[in-house]
């Protein structure tokens, strides 16, 4: 852009590019890059009756999506928005709710997890304590045999267990 009074530019960081639509031919080479395709879609957008396959895809989608809005009437595009802005609107509630029912849902499943699992921590504790019980229970009646002086080759036959096994549980070298 040039100053009008010296003809010097405005400033250097302002480049203008021009585009010439009517040398894009169709794109349907398979090297064409996304800028012909969208130079060859602004060019013929109007002569289209269907959309090419090659023009295909959530931008183009959006493009030509936008070139029908623009050829509503005025009444058109106030009910359009309208329509819109009450689509949003559900959008929104609909995605709140679905992450309520997630945050609800994780919840309920963290208080029935932390219940399975404290039910299950209790099960597996009284099972261990009585468990830790009878083995006391035993060396407790093992000692006692082994005090009344009954040998511990006889002790580890009628308790089923090896004479090692009753040493190492009594505590006892007899």
């Not at 009756?49 to 090659?54: A, M, V």
């Not at 997630?102 to 468990?131: C, S, T």
């Not at 006692?144 to 009628?158: C, F, K, Y």
Request: contains cysteine; charged residues 35%; glycine residues 10%.
């Amino acid at each position: 852009m040039l100053r009008r009074d010296d003809g010097s530019p405005f400033t250097d960081r302002l480049k203008f590019i021009t585009l010439e639509l009517p040398k894009y031919h169709d794109p349907a080479d398979p090297e064409a890059t996304a800028l012909d395709k969208l130079c060859f879609a602004l060019h013929n957008m109007t002569t289209f009756r269907n959309r090419p396959e090659y023009l295909q895809g959530k931008f183009f989608e959006l493009l030509f999506e936008k070139a029908e809005i623009a050829k509503f009437a005025p009444h058109e595009v106030i009910k359009y928005e309208k329509d819109m802005l009450t689509q949003w609107d559900i959008d929104e509630y609909v995605g709140e709710q679905v992450e309520k029912g997630v945050k609800e849902g994780h919840e309920r499943g963290l208080r029935e997890g932390m219940a399975k699992g404290m039910k299950e921590g209790r099960a597996e504790g009284r099972e261990k304590g009585r468990k830790e019980g009878r083995e006391e229970g035993r060396t407790e009646i093992l000692k006692s045999l082994i005090a009344s002086g009954m040998p511990i080759d006889e002790v580890a036959q009628r308790s089923g267990l090896t004479i090692d096994e009753v040493v190492k549980l009594t505590g006892s070298s007899n």
